[in-house]
């Protein structure tokens, strides 16, 4: 969130003194690597120390496998960025917004992987394909990114009704959302008996049929 501010000040600032906004996003990129750089150095001290906790009463969690995986996205959206010079240069439009979106969908992707909570999750998950819609429609102009946008636009939000759906059924049954509690309760969950057992199967169902056509996996890649 500090580097996503920071960004946002400086790019403010900078259209206040006329300044190409071209430029203004190839340095944002510029200056967003070195921020997720560090970043990644602080996880890679956690990840050495090995600190564990959690935040928001178990709604994030903060153990090795996490910190593993965010250093693990971290990486990923570096990767991203570095190829994304040329894209911004050749692009017809100055595409100022496009660090900003990257950095937020970063952010998000990251609680995701920290989240403790099916609440949690799903926010994370919602919040972070809004940004998707977002990079997607950059292409505009192009009949495909259209309809890419549109397409991935309605089957999300088909699959959070989905997920929200399963969510309940697992409050329902469950009583919890905490990640923990339902694997415990899920070891047993031969004890439940009748419609509660039919109620917890099918809530796994619309949370992993809801969680692939959000990532866009087999079979919901369409």
Do not use: W
Not at 1 to 8: C, D, G, P
Not at 16 to 34: I, P
Not at 84 to 90: A, W
Not at 174 to 191: D, K, P, R, S, V
């Amino acid at each position: 969130m500090v580097l996503i501010s920071y960004l946002l000040t400086v790019l403010a600032l900078e259209l206040g003194q006329g300044r190409s906004k071209k430029d203004l996003a190839l340095e944002s990129l510029a200056a967003l690597r070195v921020g997720l750089l560090c970043v990644a150095f602080l996880y890679f001290l956690q990840l050495a120390y090995n600190h564990t906790g959690s935040a928001f009463s178990g709604y994030f969690l903060v153990n090795s496998y996490t910190t593993t995986f965010k250093l693990l996205t971290l990486l990923s959206g570096l990767f991203v960025l570095h190829n994304s010079d040329e894209y911004i240069r050749r692009h017809e439009r100055h595409l100022l917004e496009y660090p900003i979106v990257l950095s937020l969908a970063l952010l998000l992707m990251l609680l995701l992987v920290s989240a403790g909570h099916l609440i949690s999750a799903f926010l994370a998950l919602v919040g972070f394909s809004l940004n998707i819609y977002v990079l997607i429609l950059f292409d505009a102009p192009t009949a495909v990114a259209r309809e890419a946008g549109i397409k991935y636009f309605y089957l999300s939000a088909f699959s959070s009704g989905l997920f929200i759906y399963g969510i309940f059924l697992f409050f329902l049954v469950t009583g919890t959302g905490h990640f923990y509690e339902i694997a415990t309760l899920m070891t047993y969950a031969e004890e439940i008996q009748g419609t509660g057992l039919e109620l917890l199967q099918l809530a796994v169902v619309f949370i992993l049929t809801g969680l692939f056509f959000k990532l866009s996996a087999f079979p919901g890649h369409l």
